[in-house]
């Protein structure tokens, strides 16, 4: 039998915010930017996947929230500085910091998320016979 679809790579899934094993179901509630952008759904809705592998397991999301930000800030400070040459005004760098965190708030929340569950949990892997599978069902 000859498969009639392409299988979506890793990236580009984990950018979607798809399911790790079938990358067919969402992993969260709304789009990035809206107001459910933060819900996430507890089971993936196509292969029923529990994202949230053990209680408090997103913890551990915090810790890719922390390096995802302190690289924002650095960025956001650094291109502060080529495009203005302040050395004299630190609220210049306060102000930039605060919107930076702000404005990145969901997309870190999103993505921590995201990178922990398809580059830090080995037992999330992409499983090419479930993808099969639904696939087939026509889901
Ligand atoms: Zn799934």
């Given at each position: ?5 392409t299988?979506p ?10 399911c ?8 969260f509630a709304?789009?990035l ?13 196509a ?7 053990e209680?408090?397991y ?6 890719v929230s922390?390096a ?9 400070c ?8 302040n050395l004299e005004n630190?609220w210049?760098?306060v ?7 702000l ?8 993505y ?15 499983n090419?016979k ?5 696939k087939?069902?026509?889901?």
């Open positions: 039998m000859e498969t009639q679809y299988i790579s890793e990236l580009k899934s984990a950018i979607d915010g798809k790790p094993r079938c990358r067919t179901g969402n992993m709304g789009p930017f809206s107001f459910k952008s933060k819900k996430m759904l507890d089971r993936c809705p292969c029923d996947l529990k994202f949230e592998k209680p408090g997103f913890y551990v999301a915090m810790y922390y995802l930000s302190v690289g924002e800030l650095i960025a956001a650094v291109g502060t500085y080529l495009l203005t040459g630190p210049l760098y102000i930039v910091a605060l919107a930076v965190t404005i990145m708030a969901p997309f870190n929340n999103r921590s998320r995201i990178i922990l569950l398809y580059w830090m949990t080995p037992m999330f892997r992409f090419p479930i993808y099969a599978q639904i087939e069902e026509g889901k």
